[in-house]
């Protein structure tokens, strides 16, 4: 007699195995490998960890591009290297520590080889700019509205959500320059 999916689950159920919630970080990794293996970094390990393989001060002045797998029974493959600048003969002379770092890293001998490519990096995301301090009015009436609230956490919840509205208003308010005439 064939088995349904309701026995199948139930068989699963009795002996035992059963499935919770899973790590996000498990399900990204099992999504981005593909994507990842395409663009050449079947190391993806390489990419968001690189500061803690190389330093802070290398990490700053390069980004790793690419792996290209070895062909050889003895691995290792060649890394692409993107160089800030002037910084390339020095990550040059690095070359060989930065090879035993990346291999120590990843516990085999991931790399054997890094080509270098001399050029600009990837812009890094600035930090937000802190926003401008609101008018005297508009504070005085804010603390006005929320000095009857007893709770502490949420006066200062309601006053910090009345501040990021004044902003928006002030904002959407300004005029975008002098106004044009019709053509």
Avoid: C
């Amino acid at each position: 007699m064939p088995r349904t999916a309701t026995s199948k689950r139930t068989a699963k159920l009795d002996a035992g195995v059963r499935r919770g919630l899973a790590p996000v970080a498990a399900a990204a990794a099992r999504v981005a490998a593909p994507i990842l293996k395409k663009r050449g970094l079947a190391e993806a390990r390489i990419l968001t960890d690189w500061r803690a393989i190389v330093g802070a001060t290398a990490a700053e002045r390069s980004a790793p591009e690419r792996l290209l797998r070895g062909r050889g029974p003895e691995g290792g493959g060649t890394l692409r290297l993107r160089v800030a600048g002037a910084w390339a003969l020095e990550f040059q002379h690095m070359a060989p520590e930065l090879i035993a770092r990346i291999n120590g890293y990843f516990g085999y001998p991931a790399v054997s080889r890094v080509q270098f490519i001399q050029a600009p990096l990837p812009a890094a995301k600035r930090a937000v700019a802190p926003p401008a301090p609101l008018k005297p009015e508009a504070e005085a009436r804010l603390a006005a509205i929320t000095s009857k609230i007893a709770d502490p956490d949420l006066r200062e919840r309601v006053l910090a959500l009345g501040r990021a509205l004044e902003r928006r208003a002030a904002r959407v308010s300004k005029p975008a320059g002098p106004a044009r005439k019709p053509v």
